[in-house]
């Protein structure tokens, strides 16, 4: 190793955890070969089906490891308020003393693998590099599939290249030594007592978001939780916009979609470039450009079927690994809204003998897979994955989409009014809570630009960087929001959603190249009637009015809720929000378009 500073990190943790022994990884098929027998052997994993599997694994976490531990999640500024009031703080003299006492003797009996990888494209300009320590097998083996894993990137790092110090331990899972510390003055993100993919595997949430947006606003770029798609039409045209949902919005979905047969006679193509993670630079030409900076995917099992996502079951039929699914005694896995029967007999997410409709001493339906389940998978098997997925200098971005789940207040798709105001509609993002999520059903969840979790610094300053991209981009994209997820008054669904989102796509870039008509309201512009192309698509009498109705009346109610937001940040808030804020009161107000 030539890397001194890498020598001495990685021997300097390794005489605080203590392992038997320390292994590099290459990033090898033999090295993957290697590895999966060990977690075979150890019961740490499970080989399925070779038939109906190929080269696929089931992993099922402790029972209480099964999501992110947003509460024992912490940014480790040295000041407080740079964290902000919608992060956890602790400072980086607490955060390395307490997990510094879990992590120390913690790996004793147990390989350390010392993992480089890197975040985008081996030696793309967007691209950032990490080493992860981690004593799981399972983290290890996901790890080569979410990023450029081996010695390709310790070549690039070379003898002194700067790199994100990651420190993963299992410790003994107790929700008592759990831990998640990212230090963004130092560059490092420290995770302990948690094996869960959300808070183990590095690369993904605490790199590509937490600590890459405090580099992103340093080095004038932004880290984004958003994903990337390319529509192409039928003269070869591909066009690229980036989205940002909160969860349970259906991003995965939008990334991978295909389209419906109304629209096929204009030959569309959809591409995936990313499904959940983009990194944004100002190019040469002066458009804003993204990568994905993932080279898989982290999904959620439960609802991905062959109707709402094809293309992700095609993509999971080979060289996955799933994680706290139904398990098969065949072999198979499943999950509650997935294709087909659940296989008999099986076994749950727990370990514990499972049957449809077995119930538990209340008379509550339990469920075969865990509602969070997950799968890891190369994002290269993808149908639609796109010819330029890997393009070192990313792809060209037209237009940025926020969105949410809102039943009554958003229309199915504005635009906003410029680069400030779109910043103000990404900032008060918002979804109501739905059955399957904790807290009272309706209730508005801000979450802006769908950042709220994994922002790794003060919002207040969040909305400034965006603010201050917007006058350093030449050519900046044009921002909408779309809701897709507005009802009728007897709480039915308006919109079909899946793969007739294109039809809102499809006006979204037309607005771009300046083709598609708009009428002004007081939130933005919406699409004319006319502009939307319904070819093939039967909605309900007044279904379309109503998708596009704005009632200021509702939107006056909606501000005092971006107010109560806002006054969180106190004075850090940058003032053009709020005179965002004002400017749209005072529209809504007399009913004014602009």
Not at 414 to 430: K, L, P
Not at 523 to 539: F, M, T
Request: contains cysteine.
């Amino acid at each position: 190793m030539k890397h001194a500073k890498l020598s001495a990190w990685v021997a300097e943790m390794a005489a605080l955890c203590g392992p038997d022994r320390v292994e590099w990884l290459d990033g090898s098929e033999a090295e993957k070969a290697r590895l999966e027998a060990r977690a075979l052997a150890s019961g740490e994993l499970v080989r399925l089906d070779s038939r109906r599997h190929p080269g696929c694994l089931f992993h099922r976490t402790a029972e209480n490891d099964v999501a992110r531990t947003e509460h024992l999640t912490y940014i480790c500024s040295r000041r407080k308020e740079d964290a902000g009031p919608t992060n956890n703080w602790m400072s980086p003299e607490e955060g390395y003393r307490r997990a510094g006492e879990i992590f120390r003797g913690s790996m004793r009996g147990r390989t350390m693998y010392v993992i480089p990888f890197s975040m985008g494209p081996v030696g793309s300009p967007f691209s950032k590099i990490g080493v992860q320590l981690t004593d799981s097998l399972y983290v290890a083996l996901n790890m080569r599939i979410m990023t450029r894993a081996g010695a390709v990137v310790l070549d690039r790092l070379g003898p002194d290249g700067e790199f994100t110090r990651c420190l993963h331990g299992k410790a003994d899972l107790s929700t008592e030594r759990r831990l998640i510390l990212h230090f963004p003055d130092d560059n490092a993100i420290w995770s302990v007592g948690s094996g869960y993919g959300g808070n183990a595997l590095l690369g993904k949430k605490c790199l590509s978001l937490r600590i890459a947006s405090a580099l992103a606003r340093r080095e004038g770029w932004l880290a984004e939780h958003m994903l990337i798609l390319g529509v192409e039409d039928a003269r070869g045209r591909t066009e690229y916009l980036t989205a940002a949902f909160p969860s349970a919005c259906g991003k995965t979905n939008l990334a991978m979609l295909i389209p419906p047969a109304g629209l096929k006679a204009k030959g569309y193509k959809v591409w995936t470039v990313g499904d959940d993670i983009a990194w944004l630079r100002v190019g040469p030409d002066g458009r804003l450009w993204a990568v994905n900076p993932e080279a898989g995917f982290f999904g959620v099992a439960p609802g991905t079927n062959s109707k709402s996502n094809p293309n992700a079951v095609a993509t999971l039929r080979a060289n996955a690994i799933f994680t706290n699914v139904l398990l098969g005694e065949d072999k198979t896995v499943w999950w509650e809204g997935g294709d087909g029967e659940p296989p008999q007999p099986a076994v749950d997410w727990r370990g514990r003998p499972w049957r449809p409709g077995l119930k538990d001493e209340q008379g509550k339906l339990l469920p075969g897979a865990h509602p969070n389940s997950r799968f890891t998978v190369p994002a290269g098997q993808c149908p639609s994955i796109s010819p330029r997925w890997e393009d070192p200098q990313g792809v060209p971005i037209s237009a940025i989409v926020f969105g949410g789940r809102r039943e009554r207040l958003a229309p199915l798709v504005y635009e906003a009014f410029d680069w400030a105001h779109g910043v103000y509609t990404g900032a008060t993002a918002a979804s109501e809570r739905t059955a399957a999520q904790v807290g009272k059903v309706g209730e508005v969840r801000r979450d802006p630009m769908a950042m709220l979790p994994f922002c790794g610094y003060n919002m207040a300053d969040y909305f400034a960087h965006w603010l201050e991209m917007g006058r350093r981009i030449p050519k900046p994209p044009k921002i909408f929001h779309v809701n897709w997820f507005r009802k009728d008054a007897r709480g039915r669904f308006l919109w079909p959603g899946y793969g007739d989102n294109l039809r809102v796509l499809e006006w979204i870039l037309a607005r771009c190249r300046g083709e598609a008509a708009a009428r002004q309201t007081p939130i933005g512009r919406l699409p004319a009637p006319e502009s939307l192309d319904l070819s093939g698509l039967e909605l309900g009498p007044g279904a379309l009015e109503e998708l596009l109705a704005v009632r200021p009346e509702e939107w006056r109610e909606e501000l005092a809720g971006h107010k109560d937001f806002f006054a969180r940040f106190g004075d850090r808030l940058p003032k053009e929000i709020w005179d965002q804020h004002e400017a749209l009161a005072k529209r809504v107000s007399v009913g004014a378009p602009s």
